[in-house]
């Protein structure tokens, strides 16, 4: 069974900037995609970002275009999310989560993934 750690969330102004990093536990576990979704208190967990793994194809919310910035480490099956120009709306608990190759379904969807991380709290403040 693969497991994702996230780490990198905190606390932050508005205006400010984190790193979240995602750690798959195999390096050698196949990947198609890898992504970020968030979740908000009495809200559904929604897309944010997507990376595909073979040609770093990258997807983004409307809400976080321009600001986000998804990369992946191939060889340490790492996914790196840089948010910067933070606002209290991206208040959330971020989560990663992993697609494998035989997995059908959009890459927007987060149905369409096999694999999650606990989860790691951005809070923004105003």
């Known amino acids: 069974q693969v497991q994702l750690v996230e780490s990198g969330g905190g606390l932050v102004q508005a205006g400010g900037s984190l790193r979240l990093s995602c750690a798959a536990s195999?390096?050698?576990?196949?990947?198609?995609?890898m992504g970020w979704f968030r979740q908000a208190p009495g809200k559904e967990r929604e897309f944010v970002s997507a990376?595909?793994?073979?040609?770093?194809?990258?997807y983004y919310a409307h809400s976080v275009k321009g600001r986000f910035s998804i990369s992946r480490d191939s060889a340490e099956n790492t996914v790196v999310l840089r948010m910067n120009s933070l606002k209290p709306e991206d208040t959330a608990v971020y989560y990663c989560?992993?697609?494998?190759?035989?997995?059908?379904?959009?890459?927007?969807?987060?149905?369409?993934?096999?694999?999650w991380g606990q989860g790691t709290q951005v809070t923004v403040s105003s």
């Open positions: 989560a992993a697609q494998e190759p035989d997995r059908s379904g959009s890459i927007y969807y987060s149905s369409s993934y096999n694999y």
């Open positions: 195999e390096r050698t576990f196949a990947t198609y995609a």
């Open positions: 990376i595909t793994w073979r040609d770093g194809d990258t």
